[in-house]
């Protein structure tokens, strides 16, 4: 019995000591202040950068206050200069009462004047520390990264989840627009791509502010060297493949057509042909009509047939537009290299290092066939005629 | 002379060499480093050769079914020899058990408790391994089945919610890298997770299956617990891309990134919740091996003494074993392999060589 | 292994005492004298000069010349039967006993109108223990030995439905503190010539009777052999209640999780004797011993067997992870909120940050305030008489749980947590100790360690419950592949169990023959139907 004891003693003893030494972890919640939001600026000095980082702010709330909730601004702003984004990071960590905790970071701001300098080098701590999670928006501000992040939003309390809510929504139209760290850490990986970031404005209106995305930025290595705007987008996010159901309203003389794409399937091949690589891309999809003006006096199977094909022709030019844009700029925004050094990587190693003469002078064959399958509950518009004998 | 008289039945066998090699999905990214995205290709192969292994083990074991390790080196090659076979399998054992140890240690230290510090993880570890191995080795195996599903639903569930963010186009381009990669990669992938299975013929007295059967229960838990690791190869590369070289652990980076809808994100509480107790299985296994193997060779009546020295043993070691995890990645992928392919190759398949030349096997008595 | 370490402690409980119980200890060897009077004299002086000690002295033969002496003590006895069955039959024909004749204690005993037993005896002892357990003591002057007529008769609560466990479908019969009336129940159920009684006293003061009952041929020899050493050797004072018996035959006494089972209702005793186990039948208690009990136990309830199966598996998952919950819940959510907040989802992050903001104590605190709290409630909702006690629980909780939150000591979400815990735990009544204990300790090691020291309280509640046994047998009989799994995380329909839990049986395995599912659907019923309605047409 004594020895027993003196076991269980010992072993008491033993687990006591680790267990009450303390604990090293331990967090109170009201200890952390919880980073929403983090910017990227250029500063006056070219080596240093400007962080901001929008904290939530906690109210205090037993539930039982019954005030008014109006709309506050639940988050506050913390900005420092300094070399690194760590060092920042500390140097702002001795200004507050609480401990700066990054996991529930929801976006990433750059500047447009810091990414004009080049982001590669701030890009290694996003990757290296474990509190930056690699499923984070990444975002480039059309001004400074401080305006975006100070702009609260009306439906959201706090502005940088609606911001991640509002990537979020965008990128079911385009996902073009959702880039997270993974993604550009990816494309800064592969040698010959030009990454995109969608591009945030922020306007200030009459009183009220918002913040919108009003394009994509093309990065050339990491430095900026253009942007996108919408139309332009869209073309890009037709061959990317990254569109489900998007909208396209042309123009015609005859009237105005508002119509959807969807059910794409793309085929989007890198070859090589007689006269070098060129890309062939298949492009079929079904049209779903939204909204016909004009075409007054016309039945449906005119109106349907001049429809597809300015769809088709629509669809070609924007496509073509976005290329011809990026040639000119030199930015291989699709990843065409990519594409050629995966399928055709002994012929790549070749065409790498020429890559920057190569690409403008890619050549794109595009072959798009669309059809009309649906046109909402009725077939014709409050103009057009119905199918009769006469017409025929 | 058997120390331990636990039972082990034979599905039990087949789950708990299924739960050990699961448990290697930390380790992955010895080899994903060297091979990239053609790691997948490599664990097949790899897989395979693990086979040709397990038929050199199988053949001991036929041959020997009521003996150990330690006694079939004793039997076999003499008591010098025998013995000095058996010292070295000791020091494979401990070092087996610290490297997983520390790996499990520098896990929880670097991604969820990072200012603890590690000896307070390790030593709470260890108390309940040596708990658990100081009740015998049915205790240490009780749970195979249960783990093992567990681990198997979860990596299947997770597959499931990837699927969103899976590319094939990962995968691509194939077989670009030199062959010499291949062949490193073939060698770490065999030896780590595959070729530990030589500690099973530790414990080989105390499964209870007609001898013709070992062959088939092995296999199929080598089995399980291969196609498991396969498939969290596969679904790291599709999810990752070319960004895994990165990450010292890719599987936890995969979990991270998936969310099942809107805000119901951040998986990576399962992996770690596998984890600790996929590697409190083969830990104490591995421990409870090395604890057999010491009491066999001064040949004690009872191991249950020594449980507490060697795994204060076992924890001082995983502090010396290497200084930083740069020299762990190094070492893992370039020296290591060579290092186990000793134990698990040669040095089994001398003993073997030798049995089948001497005529050798435990149904008769003496030689 | 623990067999050894059993018979090693029965050896020396057997050099301690022989005996049984105080009376035997006493008064061994001491035998009835031929004089009434002395004797009398002895037995008031043994049980004492007590109010209910009645004894009765009276006279019969021809001539009044037999002296005799009832002795009984008054509530234990059937006075009427003493009066018709003794009595009378004795005193009333004057002429039945002549003086002349020579009269032999067992002419008197056949004249005895009494379907108990009657016993001639001369040693104190074994009268003195008849007079207590409610027989009447018939000495008669000048006669060597005595009498022990089986009178008993005393009051005892009717079957009524057992409080502890309620079934919506089933039968609520439950045992009542008489051991005849809880034998009876059991031998309603199984009407097998196969099961066994077998009884035993036991404790010096009280000798409680105390009965095993087996099936013969289903239940292993070498566990009942290991119980009867175990109640061979309690060598105690008292045993007021089957959870004595409980604490003394247990095979771990420092577990948490117990080893013994125990139930109110016969029928769940039946199914589990059926199934190889043994009962405890203890006079004096309601509530039923059985051993061996696995851990899976704990989670099935007799209504598990009347419902149906799929609506059965469903049930027993709910309370195996409700298990989880109750103990594991209040643990994760203080890791989560204070060692990984980044496992919680943004929106609920700031909910209960703005919940924490103001409260002073750390989390642990607050989780400790309420669970302790929460036990108080329960155990004065227990304490305090019925129609008190409802209104106080639940005006207490709510009024508490309200208070404290608008007071800003704790925050809602704790208090939300800790009572999807505790109503969880409920779900469990067996293990309710248990739950308590290890939802504490994981509590203090979920603050000291966050997920990390939950994992390894995890892990050490498994290998704790892989080290026991329970009788021999592995406590976690359902985790393991085996036979088992049928009964254990879901019920498989009754016509699919073949076998009986492995580990328990010793030989007869198989519960029926043949498996036969039922019958799917009454076609041929249907086709001679139609036959003889064509031939009407």
Redesign the interface.
Known sequence: MKKHNRRIYLIIILMINFILTGCWDNYELDTISIVTGLGIDAAENDDEINLTLQVDKIKGDTGYEKGDIGPSSSFLIMNTTDKGILSAIDKLERQTPRSIFLHHNQVIVFGKEQVKKGIKKHMDVFIREHQMRMETWVLVSDGTAKEILSTPMEQEENSSIGLSKMIFSGSRDYESFSVKLIDLTSRLMEETTSPVIPIITAKNEGGSSEVEISGLAILKGDKYIGELDLEKVRGYSWIMGNCRETPLDINTEYGYIDASISNIKLKNKPKFGADGPFISIDFKGDVTIREIQGFEGMNTEKTFAILQKACVEQLKKEILDCFNYSQDLNADIYGFGEEFYRRYPKDFERMKEYWDEIYPELDMKIEVALEVTDTGKVLNSLYMEEQSDENR | MKIDNGKI?A??FM?TVACFIQASSLLTAFFMSVTKQDSWIVSIIGFFIGMIFLWIYTALMKRFPNKNLVEINDLVLGPVIGKIFSCMYIYFFLTLSALNLKDMGDF?G????????TI??L???M??CA??VR?GI??VT??S??FTLTASLIIIATFFIAYNQIDL?NF??IF?QPFIKYVQGTHIISTIPFGEVVVFLMITPNIEIPINKIRKYFILGFAIGGISLILIVLRDIAV????IT?FTFPSF?TL??M?LSG????M??LF??IL??LM?FKISFLYYVSVLAISQIFELNSYKNLVVGVGTIIVIYSFNLYYSMIQHMEYGSNITPFQWLIYEFLLPLITLIVAKARKLSSSEEGN | MILKYFARKIVSAQKRNKANHDSMLEHEEIVISKNLEQNLNFIRLSLGESLDLKIHEFAFGEHDQFLGALIYIDGLVNTIQITEGILKPITSNRNKYKSSEELTISEIRRSILCSGSVVESDVFSQILDGCLSGSTIMILDSFSKALIINTELWEKRNVTEPQTESVVRGPREGFTENLQTNTTLLRRRIKSPKLKMENMIIGHKTSTNICIAYIEGVARPEIIELLRTRLNSINVDAILDSGYIEEYIEESPFSIFSTVGYSEKPDVIASKILEGRIAIISDGSPFVLTVPMLFIESFQTAEDYYVRAFYASITRLMRIFCFFIAVFAVPIFIALSTFHQELIPTTLLFTIATAREGTPFPVLFEALILVISFEILREAGLRLPRPIGQAISIVGALVMGDAAVSAGIVGAPMVITVAITAVAGFIIPSQADSISILRIIMMILASVLGGFGIAIGFLGMLVQLANMTSFGVPYLGAVTLSRNQQDSFIRAPLWMMQERPEGIVYEDKQRKEVFIPPVKSDENIKQEGKDNFDEET
């Open positions: 039945s599905s039990q789950f929880v670097m991604a969820i408790m990072p200012n603890t510090p307070v993880i030593a709470l570890f108390y309940i708990w658990a009740s049915e205790i009780r749970y089945l249960l186009n691509l381009p670009n990752l891309g070319n960004v990165l980076e991270r990134m969310r805000t119901l994100g951040r990576e509480v770690a919740v600790i107790t409190f």
